[in-house]
């Protein structure tokens, strides 16, 4: 099935298909996944889907430990990013978190950038150094990787989302995920917004990803403060686990 559409002028992004595609014609069973298959998955998937705030949560968190258990892609993580950037739009996404006024939204982009950050430039490259075949054409992280222009075409309508949180996450995931060659063109756009993480973030991960996305850019940014060094840890599946769980 081919998703992508060619028009005159400068090439678009593909599509992706639909959620409910990616749940339906998917062989989650035959799918790696650091406990075994993917068979779980399709109803940990919907779950994300429905109208209690605590079940969303409790499954996002979930899908984190089963697709990415130690901050590592497996055969079944790039299907289950493809659905979470697929319901973006969808209802279920606009629920408030319990006792907090923030659309599990957010948590949906933080969960993607998070994902991706496992699939990251940084990361690869951090890998490749002691297993030169890691990003083979072919290898569960450069098909990964490779999704990542499909990926951006659906986080990027939230940039400019009217909840900050939400705009946050949507930046954040969309400046790791503008790593991709083929994103090269949005990057003096997404500077902007990374200049904006930079002056108005209170969370210093997310201020780190925006000055090395300025940094690797060719941007200044000389007049950033320090930030924590420490190794990324945040999402479903690591030390930021309190982003998704609720609080009470």
């Known amino acids: 099935m081919n998703h ?29 996944t650091p406990f075994g298959n993917g068979e779980d998955l399709p109803e940990v998937l919907s779950r994300l889907l429905t109208p209690d705030p605590r079940v969303q949560v409790n499954a996002l968190s979930e899908l984190g430990e089963m697709v990415g258990h130690q901050n590592t892609i497996y055969e079944a993580t790039a299907p289950a990013a493809m659905y979470v950037a697929g319901i973006l739009t969808h209802p279920a996404a606009t629920t408030p978190r319990p006792y907090r006024n923030v659309p599990i939204r957010a948590a949906l982009l933080s969960w993607l950038a998070s994902t991706a950050y496992d699939a990251s430039d940084e990361i690869a490259g951090r890998t490749e150094q002691h297993f030169p075949d890691f990003l083979a054409p072919g290898t569960i992280v450069a098909s990964f990787r490779d999704l990542r222009p499909m990926l951006y075409r659906a986080v990027s309508p939230f940039l400019r989302d009217s909840h900050e949180d939400v705009r946050e996450a949507a930046v954040i995931a ?35 990803v925006a000055q090395k996305a300025l940094e690797a850019w060719g941007h200044d940014a000389t007049d950033s403060g320090p930030f924590l060094e420490g190794s990324w840890d945040w999402g479903p599946h690591s030390d930021g686990r309190s982003y998704l769980e609720p609080p009470f």
């Open 174 to 208: 969309a400046l790791i995920l503008a790593e991709h060659p083929a994103l090269a063109e949005h990057r003096d756009h997404l500077a902007v917004h990374a200049r904006s993480i930079l002056d108005t973030s209170g969370n210093g991960h997310n201020q780190r």
């Open 4 to 32: 992508s559409r060619s028009n005159a002028g400068a090439p678009r992004e593909p599509d992706l298909p639909p959620y409910q595609v990616v749940l339906s014609e998917t062989d989650w069973g035959s799918l790696e």
